[in-house]
């Protein structure tokens, strides 16, 4: 069966400094790939998404994350972490035409330090 | 184009009450979802509908029940509430291929 794993519920950056957030999934098929985030008392909106093509994907608010088939992952970055960053990140794999939903993470905090 | 909303936003239930949550798209996705979210456990899925007419259970089912009348509403009941109710529940709906989730904003239900 699909798993994801995201490494570390809660992660803590500078202002200023890199984001990284991990994302391994496993399949043996690459499925569709999503990071969505979600912000206090708010739903799920969708951060960005890989399907086919180029392996570095970009989304909103400076985010970028590149799927590496080789070690199963989708790591999620950000150059230079601001205040506004601080949320709640979900990674997501689709399977590619083999089921109906998606299968989430369990989320990884970000708190961003002054 | 209001996306997914949800109805109500806030609610209280003693244990034993019932209630129905109420989720609305307006995208004409076939798909909905209602998820449970709660701290540590991340997204859950509860139960889904893959078109009108159509439900299908999730990985936590039980204690809730679901009705696709109309292509775009889902309605979540719980029949008699209990205190492992309490939550975040959200509605989702997407489409095909790549089932991308589009949600609502969520309903935070306390039962006491």
């Known amino acids: 069966a699909q798993s994801v794993t995201q490494l570390g519920s809660h992660v803590s950056v500078s202002e200023g400094a890199l984001v990284l957030l991990r994302c391994n999934y496993s399949s043996s098929v690459p499925p569709y790939l999503f990071w969505y985030v979600q912000y206090p008392n708010q739903g799920l909106q969708l951060l960005l998404k890989y399907t086919t093509g180029a392996t570095l994907v970009k989304g909103i608010n400076g985010f970028e994350a590149e799927f590496k088939k080789s070690e199963t992952s989708f790591h999620l970055t950000k150059p230079s972490a601001h205040m506004s960053d601080a949320a709640e990140y979900f990674c997501?794999?689709?399977?590619?035409?083999?089921?109906?939903?998606?299968?989430f993470g369990k989320g990884t905090r970000l708190h961003i330090l002054p | 184009n209001a996306g997914v909303t949800q109805t109500p936003k806030f609610r209280v239930l003693k244990t034993g009450q019932s209630m129905t949550l109420l989720c609305a798209q307006d995208m004409n996705h076939e798909y909905m979802y209602w998820y449970r979210q709660d701290p540590g456990m991340g997204l859950r899925l509860i139960h889904y509908?893959?078109?009108?007419?159509?439900?299908a259970k999730g990985e936590v089912p039980d204690g809730y029940n679901v009705s696709r009348l109309k292509k775009q509403n889902f309605l979540l009941g719980l029949e008699s509430a209990a205190p492992s109710q309490t939550s975040v529940y959200f509605c989702?709906?997407?489409?095909?291929?790549?089932?991308?989730?589009?949600f609502g904003p969520g309903t935070r239900l306390t039962v006491t």
């Open positions: 509908s893959v078109g009108e007419g159509t439900t």
């Open positions: 997501a794999v689709s399977p590619r035409g083999r089921d109906d939903k998606i299968i």
């Open positions: 989702a709906s997407s489409y095909p291929p790549t089932y991308e989730q589009y």
